[in-house]
């Protein structure tokens, strides 16, 4: 048994180093204020200790099945350690499946889907492992599995899909328009994209708008979404050098910050 488990943990150990990239660190950290946020801002429920557990413990088994099924898939990976480990990640996972079945069923299907989907985002094509697409995954998914766990789930979260699409369609316009080696493919100019990526924030916050006049939400909240959203495509506007390399002021940061204001306003007003 101690043979065992030695040959577990150095394996499990095999996943540590991803934790030191840079883009694992920022999906983790991510994932981890989407998850507190989800709870917090969850209409009429009082998450007691137990559901704090609970939540974070399939959070935590939820980020090990995925290291885990990276760190197998890796292509510096020894075939004869790919399958002990993804074997310790689909255990994580029914684990966490498992814990999940203490809430409902349907807590557990939505689990899966949503960590299907970023699996599939982690260990696919390298295009598609940006923080951009991880992180409107994670915003999109997380507060669906939350709410239906503590059993608060809403038809407004659906509107999160379209916004975590249009999130990545204009966070991408505006890295293009800040690349230094900008795509000679599109007929779109540094100017376009700009603006293709303001529409966009623009966009979600009137979409957000319209649905909280058509439903039961908070008109009020969404409209300071779209305030805050308008505000910081002024600021971006007022830029006169856009440059992707300027820190937490750059373009691309402030369009990313209004898309998960217009998110994150959209929440609150359910």
Do not use: Y
């Not at 809430?103 to 985002?121: E, H, P, Q």
């Not at 293709?196 to 909240?221: F, P």
């Not at 300027?246 to 990313?256: E, Q, T």
């Amino acid at each position: 048994m101690s043979v065992s488990l030695a040959t577990v943990g150095r394996h499990v150990l095999a996943s540590r180093p991803l934790l030191r990239h840079r883009q694992v660190q920022r999906a983790i950290s991510i994932a981890s204020i989407v998850t507190i946020v989800s709870i917090l801002l969850a209409p009429n429920a009082s998450p007691s200790a137990w559901d704090w557990f609970r939540i974070l413990l399939v959070g935590a088994l939820g980020v090990g099945s995925i290291l885990m099924f990276v760190a197998a898939l890796t292509h510096q990976t020894d075939v004869l350690d790919r399958r002990p480990r993804l074997g310790i990640a689909a255990a994580l996972v029914v684990l966490a499946l498992l814990v999940n079945l203490t809430f409902t069923l349907g807590t557990a299907l939505i689990f899966s889907v949503g960590f299907t989907i970023i699996v599939v985002i982690a260990t696919g094509d390298r295009s598609w492992r940006t923080t951009k697409v991880i992180a409107s995954a994670l915003i999109a998914t997380i507060p669906f599995w939350i709410w239906s766990a503590l059993q608060t789930w809403t038809w407004g979260l659906l509107l999160l899909i379209p916004l975590a699409g249009i999130g990545v369609i204009s966070d991408g316009h505006m890295r293009a328009a800040t690349s230094r080696h900008p795509d000679d493919d599109t007929q779109l100019t540094r100017r376009g994209r700009r603006l293709a990526s303001w529409l966009g924030v623009l966009g979600s916050a009137l979409i957000a708008l319209l649905a909280a006049v058509a439903s039961d939400a908070s008109n009020g909240v969404a409209a300071l979404g779209a305030v805050g959203a308008i505000a910081m495509v002024g600021l971006e506007a007022g830029s006169r050098q856009p440059s992707a390399s300027a820190g937490w002021s750059s373009p691309v940061s402030i369009v990313d910050a209004a898309l998960v204001w217009v998110a994150l306003c959209w929440i609150v007003s359910l």
